[in-house]
């Protein structure tokens, strides 16, 4: 499992996202999906809203209660049926998964 982008997150959320990787690793293929950006700073989330990465100064990144999970090979790219199933995954998880907020 690639632990990068994973240390800044809060100790609790941290399991629960590598607990998501362990499924989608063993649903899709080890090693599969990574964490792309967990904790960030300020000035991070600044750039991210001023390119239109992101919609809010106020993430939950910047505590370190958010992740961006992708799969490694397509990256943004990934099928429609890799979202719904980190949907899924993260939603049993007891967490709001940030695909919902595009719907």
Known sequence: MDTRNLDGLKPGFREKVKGILRELGSRFGEPNAYVASGRRTREEQARLV????????RS???TGE????????????????FWLQLGYLATRQGLIWGGFYGL
Do not use: E, M, N
């Open 66 to 81: 958010a992740a961006d999970i992708v799969p490694r090979r397509l990256g943004w790219k990934a099928s429609r049926a």
């Open 50 to 57: 001023k390119a239109g990465y992101s919609k809010t100064i």
């Open 60 to 62: 939950k990144h910047l």
